[in-house]
């Protein structure tokens, strides 16, 4: 006798053969501390309305080694079955009843991996939703910086000079131009001379 859970979907199986299918409340699973730690075959001994793990093999914390599977339960109380089950193996994952009939059908993908995967694509389709309005926010932001008529200063040799300004740097006459600074030589008067010499001091040549 196999029992399989996948999703919301319950199966039978008897003698390698599936009687039973059918739909069901999802399952509530709280063995956090078994699923953190390595899956290994288990042996499921009974008391009456209990049954204790036993592992096979040593788990990785001593916290799984006081682990316990209520039948029917979710507490040592209130019991409704009494007995002893015999060779159980807890199988975690798709399709666990191949473990004992490798021969037997099997679904792909499985009713829990549908459901996984239906859940993931929820999630992407809410994703692209969020990340497509705030691109649309940011695109909007940045068509508006494009419109403004932002003034850009410039920053010489420690002296920050406003969009537009205008000085005389040496021989030369230097705007600041949106944040970029231009430099022009400062235009001289023409001279009459034939040998005009220049002075110290002075940018333009003058005539003696």
């Known amino acids: 006798v196999a029992l399989v859970m996948s999703g919301s979907q319950l199966e ?11 739909l069901v409340p999802p399952p509530q699973t709280n063995l956090t501390a078994l699923a953190a730690s390595q899956v290994q075959p288990l042996e499921l001994l009974s008391d009456p309305g209990t049954a204790t793990l036993e592992p096979m093999e040593p788990l990785t914390s001593e916290h799984d080694q006081h682990m316990a599977l209520y039948l029917g339960q979710r507490n040592p109380k209130h019991f409704l079955f009494k007995g002893a089950l015999q060779d159980v193996r807890i199988v975690a994952g798709s399709s666990g009843h191949l473990l004992q009939c490798p021969q037997a059908d099997a679904d ?8 996984h995967l239906s859940e993931q694509v929820n999630q992407l389709q809410q994703l692209v939703t969020t990340l497509a309005t705030r691109l649309t926010a940011s695109e909007a932001r940045l068509a508006a910086v494009e419109e403004c008529d932002c003034q850009r200063s410039c920053r010489v040799n420690g002296t920050v000079r406003q969009d537009g300004a205008t000085w005389k740097s040496g021989c030369e006459i230097c705007s600041c131009v949106h ?3 231009t430099c022009r030589p400062i235009p001289c008067p023409a001279v009459t001379c034939k040998n005009p010499v220049y002075t110290e001091g002075e940018c333009c040549p003058l005539c003696l």
């Open 12 to 22: 039978v199986w008897v003698d390698c053969s599936r009687v039973y299918r059918r």
């Open 108 to 115: 792909c993908p499985t009713c829990g991996q549908f459901q």
């Open 179 to 181: 944040g970029e600074v």
